[in-house]
């Protein structure tokens, strides 16, 4: 049997640090007197895994608290308007259109269709449940629901009544991980997990076409597009821009990547791509040249930064570990964090990862400090 190390110094660091990494989880604010980060977490000790903007509304779905509703009408000021905890909490992409949420809701609920139309009284209209697949993203073309199915690929639905929606026809392979979907025009982009880029003509969804890809044997995550250029968030790889104006024919034009973290998702808006890097925050580059992407700003959120989007000038930040944040964008070289008195601010940002680290540490110690008391109790065997 296992006992408690006499010595007392080791067992009460080992106490402290794994404390410590206890209130790294939680949030609480032990540390916020004096010397916390003041930077802004909208939601809290939340995990928000993914966030639409339409008009004057920001959605977010998030792991512990589901679909979240704000007001960002004013974006200095916004407010939590909604917030209904059984959808969304399993959710990894969302698309919302004239006020109804298509959420892609992992393994077990598929998409869930969703009236948000009036905050205060948000319900399910109808729900698309796959079989043995897991939902990682949506997007919209008209009347047609266009689903990143993981394993089963893409999958294609009509809308044009969304209280019974119509399976149309699926793409994919044995060897498919769909994650990301960008519809343009004829033609769905999708980020194929180790199959790097995969293009499909869809001007008739009943029956799908592949056209062509671009194989980089890594992880594509999310993805983008503008004009003939095609953005790739390769998760550990980092990002990758693809020529795509002759799909049969698909060429890498430049490439970025930081030393560490996963990048989850891209946007691009005037030459700027923004990358939710994941550990490494923020990263704003230049693509003016696209051969040579060139860095031009980072935020640390002090979590884990999953997804984006923009609204005018302000940038929201889905960050898995803090919830929603916000950045004023007008100048990309320098961003400014936005404050809001609304809403609960976080004071640990700056603190949870090494917390985290000190935690780790801790229950090293402590095992250690223990195989190694057991070690000495041992008995010697007895001598022949």
Known sequence: MFKYPKSKSKLYLSFVLLVLIFNSYIGLNWFSLGFGANSVSLTQGTKSEAIF????????????KGTEIYDISDPLNISLISQVSRWGNTSKGLFVKEGIGYIADGWEH?????NFTDSSYTYQISQIQPKKCFI???DIQNNTL???AGESGLMIYD???????RYLSSFGNEYNSTDGIYIKNNFAFLADGKDGLEIVNISNPSAPEFIGNYSINTESYGISGDNNLIFLADGTKGFKILNVEDATNISMLGEYKEEFGTLWNVIVQNDVAFLAYGLSGLIAVNLTNSKIPQKLESYYSGGNTVDLAISGKTLYLADNWHGLKRLNITNVSHFEKIENSNIIDDQNDQFRAPFWLLGGLGIIVLFGSLYIN???KRPLPEKL
């Open 159 to 165: 809308i044009a009544d969304i209280t019974y929606p």
């Open 110 to 114: 598929g998409v869930r269709i969703i």
């Open 374 to 376: 057991q070690t000495k």
């Open 53 to 64: 903007i339409e008009g004057n509304r920001a959605y977010v779905v998030d792991q512990e």
């Open 146 to 148: 266009f689903i990143a």
């Open 136 to 138: 990682n993203d949506v």
